[in-house]
T-cell receptor, first 113, second 109 residues
Framework: DVKVTQSSRYLVKRTGEKVFLECVQDMDHENMFWYRQDPGLGLRLIYFSYDVKMKEKGDIPEGYSVSREKKERFSLILESASTNQTSMYLC????????????FGDGTRLSIL | AQKVTQAQTEISVVEKEDVTLDCVYETRDTTYYLFWYKQPPSGELVFLIRRNSFDEQNEISGRYSWNFQKSTSSFNFTITASQVVDSAVYFCALNQFYFGTGTSLTVIP
């Protein structure tokens, strides 16, 4: 079974801090994704990556950056955290850019105070 | 533009009732894929089904069934004889990236 592991289940940070959310998958998937989930808004794509060092902006990339130095790891970075980035963050992965089902991690509930 | 609409925000049913979750999509693609995912209270989204645009056959898997109708751009999900374990948020998605806002289903014992 594919396992997508997010480093933290809950995280509390302060405004202005640089925040790192880490995601690791163990099935050699080419694609990895970061979403944020907010009530009433569903899942919104922040960034995705289809290969090492490759990234594409999603619908809401502002205030975020990503890093993929190794195939199994995809990091989401909040450069200067703000309260409106308080949310649930979900990482996912799948094989190739061919509309395969995504495998999701458990999510990180991030609170910015 | 690609869009998924799940008009039902919350649904409550009594155990053993049947329930249908609606999903309407918009796309100009001739080839596209539709998905349903389940998010239980634990938080991890779990894949349920994928359908491509050329396959309009309905699908049944145990108590779950899916009705895909291109004519109405809908991909509805029915749970027969609902159980408490079906309580979750269900998401419909189009072409990987485009998720609906989800329908929260509560099954009351």
């Amino acid at each position: 079974d594919v396992k997508v592991t997010q480093s933290s289940r809950y995280l509390v940070k302060r405004t202005g801090e640089k925040v790192f959310l880490e995601c690791v998958q163990d099935m050699d998937h080419e694609n990895m994704f970061w979403y944020r989930q907010d009530p009433g808004l569903g899942l919104r794509l922040i960034y995705f990556s289809y290969d090492v060092k490759m990234k594409e902006k999603g619908d809401i990339p502002e205030g975020y950056s990503v890093s993929r130095e190794k195939k199994e790891r995809f990091s989401l970075i909040l450069e200067s955290a703000s309260t409106n980035q308080t949310s649930m963050y979900l990482c996912a992965s799948n094989r190739e850019y061919s509309n395969q089902p995504q495998h999701f991690g458990d999510g990180t509930r991030l609170s910015i105070l | 533009a690609q869009k998924v609409t799940q008009a039902q925000t919350e649904i409550s049913v009594v155990e053993k009732e049947d329930v249908t979750l609606d999903c309407v999509y918009e796309t100009r693609d001739t080839t596209y894929y539709l998905f349903w995912y389940k998010q239980p209270p634990s938080g991890e989204l779990v894949f349920l089904i994928r359908r491509n645009s050329f396959d309009e056959q309905n699908e049944i898997s145990g108590r779950y069934s899916w009705n895909f109708q291109k004519s109405t751009s809908s991909f509805n999900f029915t749970i027969t004889a609902s159980q408490v374990v079906d309580s979750a948020v269900y998401f419909c998605a189009l072409n990987q990236f485009y998720f609906g806002t989800g329908t929260s289903l509560t099954v009351i014992p």
